[in-house]
């Protein structure tokens, strides 16, 4: 049988790529590899798993540092915590060259498999091609939504080392063609080939199946359609809108696409909140918001038990040195916190001294964006954590927390929107009770108990009340579904204004950080410092606006 050999950089690349079991077989063959015994789909795993878990470094910059806490699920700044909650409200340009170097360059990895699998590639496949257009879909759309204008009609094209700054509606307007001619290349076709061709388990998104591919497709589709629904000089979302919800999308019989995590591979190659929150102790632990541990909570929200644990509790004593001269409004402001959490507890005050007794096992959250000096005062007791859901140590498989890539709450709840602003046709009230069910579902919550919520809180009701009463509560539901998305979460703050609280900012500097916005609700990253090399740099800014983390995006409310 034919033997083929490869050039040395493809070679170590596929060396350096899978952990799979196949893979680990034909890496004995030191003579080369048979032509039967290679496909692109050894190189796929890599490329699909780096973009939603990768390594702990660009993790904890990324994802924790960043839009995590800009998603408003999570909060640093307790007592125990080495830094303030200002963390990323402040601009720390090492933190924020992190991010975005890892994301900015992220897109090497989905153009090598897409160059590899295009006609004329090296393991041509027009099936494992579509996946990579889909890919890049997915990509270019958490990369533009959190830093505004990037290269995209030149990246990565031959003899172009500085491509030029592209609008956010062009980039938009050229995922959705690359889903479109995804879709088209699939057609009815379900797998992408036969024995070695088949990507199987070596596809951690959707294990091969191309129909599911083409649905989540579809499915992003509506997302980018919806996103830029409303936005400056758009002309192009009502009819995406439609075009998507006329084709399949995820839904109750597909599930959503999520990703399992690998806990083999080391966290330095693929890490997540297990990896990050066991690492260092409790100083770089984190807790639950205030605005969300209370959302559940006020609408007896199944998913509270699920999403974060009971506070521990305790006696908390804060004793007035006369050092401080806000001493009092600082302790007010903690009772502030129980109160609104609607917590069991007890103050005591003497003489200089008062105590707050809080009873173990309340859900109780944190305050977001508190500053240095209210942070002693923020007793890492008093509040929730993370579930064991999310923050599993590497080695043992955390139920019902697998990474989302796209989920089918978001179809139904994207439809149920567009229903309401008159976009589509539709009962937005059964689309939006869908997607409860399946938000629910990925956290193991089963259909009565989903039923039993969507019938008695307010907040899962849209079937009255006024246009914007409406689309309040569907951003809010998409908001809760994006839990541990603190990408997709923090775009639906930024689109959408809900939740409220976290979208007005803080001013009060007593208690808050108001770092570099002076208050204000962050709207993007920062370009990295790198990117200033590139000569069109310059007029991306001209035209978007300041580099600053307050200049808001194209689609920004």
């Not at 990369?143 to 505004?148: A, E, K, S």
């Not at 938009?172 to 379900?190: F, H, Q, V």
């Not at 939740?499 to 204000?520: C, D, K, R, W």
Request: charged share 20%; aromatic share 12%; proline share 3%.
């Amino acid at each position: 049988m034919k033997k083929i050999k490869y050039i040395s950089g493809l070679l170590c690349l596929l060396v350096g790529i899978s952990c799979t079991k196949d893979f680990d077989e034909i890496n004995t063959n030191n003579q080369g590899f048979n032509s039967d015994e290679v496909s692109a789909k050894y190189f796929l795993t890599s490329a699909q798993v780096g973009l939603y878990a990768p390594g702990r470094y660009e993790y904890w910059r990324a994802h924790l540092i960043h839009t995590d806490r800009f998603a408003g699920h999570f909060t640093f700044g307790m007592d125990q915590s080495w830094w303030g909650d200002d963390l990323s409200y402040t601009y720390n340009a090492g933190y924020t060259d992190a991010a975005y170097d890892w994301l900015a360059g992220y897109f090497g990895n989905i153009k090598s498999f897409s160059d590899l699998t295009a006609e004329g590639g090296e393991f041509e496949n027009q099936y494992m091609y579509a996946m990579s257009l889909i890919m890049k879909g997915l990509y270019y759309q958490m990369y533009t939504d959190t830093f505004g204008m990037v290269p995209f009609t030149e990246a990565g094209v031959e003899g172009i080392l500085t491509p030029k700054y592209d609008t956010q509606m062009d980039i938009y307007k050229g995922i959705i063609a690359d889903l479109n001619t995804a879709m088209s290349i699939i057609g009815d076709e379900e797998r992408t080939g036969l024995g070695i061709d088949d990507a199987g388990a070596n596809d951690v998104y959707c294990g091969g199946d191309l129909q599911l591919w083409k649905k989540l497709a579809n499915t992003l589709k509506l997302r980018i359609g919806a996103r830029a629904y409303g936005a400056s000089g758009e002309n192009f979302a009502a009819s995406t809108i439609n075009e998507a919800m006329s084709a399949p999308l995820l839904d109750e019989a597909t599930g959503s696409v999520t990703m399992k995590k690998d806990f083999v591979i080391s966290e330095w190659t693929s890490s997540s909140y297990g990896d990050v929150w066991y690492d260092f102790g409790a100083g770089s632990d984190w807790t639950v918001s205030k605005t969300l541990i209370n959302l559940l909570k006020d609408n007896n929200d199944p998913r509270l038990a699920l999403y974060a644990k009971p506070a521990k509790g305790g006696t908390f004593v804060f004793e007035d040195t006369g050092s401080d001269d806000d001493f009092a409004e600082r302790v007010d402001f903690m009772e502030s916190a129980l109160i609104d959490a609607g917590a069991t507890y007890t103050r005591t005050d003497a003489g200089t001294t008062t105590t707050l007794e809080v009873a173990a096992g309340q859900y109780i959250g944190q305050p977001v964006r508190i500053n240095g000096l209210t942070k002693p005062f923020v007793r890492y007791d008093m509040f929730s954590t993370p579930s064991d859901a999310v923050i599993q140590p590497r080695g043992k498989e955390a139920e019902g927390y697998p990474e989302i890539i796209l989920s089918s709450a978001d179809a139904y709840f994207l439809q149920a929107e567009a229903v309401v602003n008159g976009v589509a046709s539709g009962d937005a009230q059964t689309l939006l009770a869908s997607g409860i069910k399946e938000a629910m579902k990925l956290w193991g919550i089963g259909e009565g108990d989903a039923d039993t919520y969507i019938a008695s809180s307010a907040i899962a009701d849209i079937s009255t009340g006024s246009t914007d009463e409406k689309l309040e509560k569907i951003a809010l539901q998409r908001w809760l579904a994006s839990y541990t998305d603190g990408f997709e979460a923090w775009a639906v703050v930024r689109k959408t204004g809900y939740p409220s609280e976290l979208a007005a900012g803080v001013s009060n500097q007593t208690i808050f950080a108001l770092g570099t916005l002076n208050g204000a609700y962050p709207q993007r990253l920062r370009y990295g410092t790198g990117a200033q090399s590139n000569p069109n740099f310059n007029a991306a800014i001209s035209a978007q606006g300041p580099d600053v983390q307050g200049t808001k995006l194209w689609w920004a409310k």
